[in-house]
């Protein structure tokens, strides 16, 4: 659709260059031909400058497009209150920059200098505005307002979790955030975020993607309205191991580790701290699936066993089809047999429906 309106206005200034241009020729080239060539230079310098316009609209409106995609996805990430203070801000500014401008710059090149003041008032503006955002809020909060805020804050305590190193590389706790499912405080450990900063610098392009990975979801998280992020400068040297010091944090804090380690997971609940799994989320929230139901599975690969074809449902559970063998590249139609939980994940067997 930009990429239309965009070639449309192109064409439609070019349309009307043309008859500009045919004009031209009219009365400095073809003022001494026939009128039949004035009507033909005309149509030709239209045409010539529609079919320009309609070439450089369209790479104009492509570009736009790719521009406006950019600015979407990049907006996504700035909070409401930021956007309205900052539009605020920059209101503010342009009334600050209003009176020097009439003021001092009336003479003919004084509007580049009122541009230039307009343009820098305009920043600082947008820049403070954001900057000192709780403090306006704050300010423009009524005081009752403000006192049954503190009230409230007093009464109700943030619910807050520990991270581990291996839920901030997964990333999918910033999905869960956006979702609205988990508010309050999120606690980093310097001790994590030291052990992210190694990965980071590692000289495996693998672990050094996944560190990199980690440090872009804190960032991430940072952003986010709905929780706070807080670095936890408490440490214990005595202990070497980051999971142990993870535990002891857990315990000293009596607040939950958030973690998709397995053996953590069972460190932790054996020493009384409590784990909140992803994993473990990720398998409840599956679909349920009841033997003697159908399934059309796409079969992808043979199994272990002999005879047996592998595939997998939309949300990667495993398939074990008996006799999907020979329907390895097509979809078949299979009926649930039986469901194997593992700590894994869940796992399904399934058999050939007959026709």
Sequence with gaps: MVVLVVRLIFMTVGGIGGYEL?????????????????????????????????VLGGA???????????????????????????????????????????????????WLFALVLYA??????????????????????????????AEIDEKISVPSRILDTSVIIDGRITDICYSGFLEGELIVPRFVLMELQKIADSEDPLKRNRGRRGLDVLNALQRQDRVEVRIEEHDFPEIPAVDSKLVALGKALNV???????????IAELQGVRVLNINELSNSLKPVVLPGESLIINVIK??????????YLDDGTMVVVEGGKKSIGRE????????LQTP????????????
């Design 344 to 355: 894994a994940g869940r796992m399904i067997f399934a058999t050939l429906k007959e026709k």
């Design 332 to 339: 078949v139609e299979t009926m649930v047999t039986s469901i």
């Design 22 to 54: 045919g004009h031209l020729l009219r009365n400095n080239y073809l003022a001494s031909y026939d009128p039949i060539y004035h009507l033909i230079g005309f149509i030709v310098s239209i045409l010539v400058c529609v079919g320009l316009g309609f």
């Design 256 to 266: 939950p580790v958030m973690t998709n380690d397995f053996n953590l997971n069972k």
């Design 120 to 149: 820098i008032c305009g920043v600082l503006g947008y820049i403070v505005a954001v900057q000192k955002k709780d403090d306006i809020l704050n300010f423009l909060r009524p005081s009752r307002i403000r006192e049954a805020d």
């Design 302 to 311: 043979d199994g272990k066993e002999a005879g047996q074809g592998i595939g």
């Design 60 to 110: 104009a409106g492509r570009y736009l497009a790719k521009l406006l995609n950019r600015f979407e996805h990049s907006i996504q990430d700035i909070p409401g209150t930021d956007l309205l203070l900052g539009a605020f801000g920059i209101i503010a500014g342009f009334l600050i920059a209003f009176l020097p401008s009439v003021i001092l710059f009336r003479s003919y090149p004084g």
